[in-house]
């Protein structure tokens, strides 16, 4: 079963720099396109990032020049660096990766649990 380990959320003080990271739990795995994701509290879901298929890179407007998205194709991983950061930046960020296993002729989406980022001084 193909999984998805996010890391690298906590407390950080306002104007401060975090980098989440998202591994595929299954070596051999084909990424197609990642997005990052942010719930706050209230609020629905939302996209923060993401790579499509021949690399563009799209941002939500308040995180752009501040955020980056980037991926590892050798780590199967998916990073998310966040600077410059807002207490409006506060929630549950969650990595969404599209693929496909090994032998697997279609591409599935797959959500980490989520990693909660606290913007707070």
């Known amino acids: 079963q193909v999984q998805l380990v996010e890391s690298g959320g906590g407390l950080v003080q306002p104007g401060g720099s975090l980098r989440l990271s998202c591994v595929v739990s299954?070596?051999?795995?084909?990424?197609?396109?990642v997005a990052w994701y942010r719930q706050a509290p209230g609020k629905e879901r939302e996209l923060v990032a993401r790579?499509?298929?021949?690399?563009?890179?799209n941002y939500q407007e308040s995180v752009l020049g501040r955020f980056i998205i980037s991926r590892d194709n050798a780590k199967n991983e998916a990073i998310l660096q966040m600077n410059s950061l807002k207490p409006e930046d506060t929630a549950v960020y969650y990595c969404?990766?599209?693929?496909?296993?090994?032998?697997?002729?279609?591409?599935?989406?797959?959500w980490g649990k989520g990693t909660l980022v606290t913007v707070a001084s």
């Open positions: 969404n990766i599209v693929g496909r296993r090994i032998g697997q002729g279609y591409d599935l989406s797959y």
């Open positions: 790579i499509i298929s021949g690399g563009t890179t």
């Open positions: 299954e070596s051999g795995f084909s990424i197609n396109a």
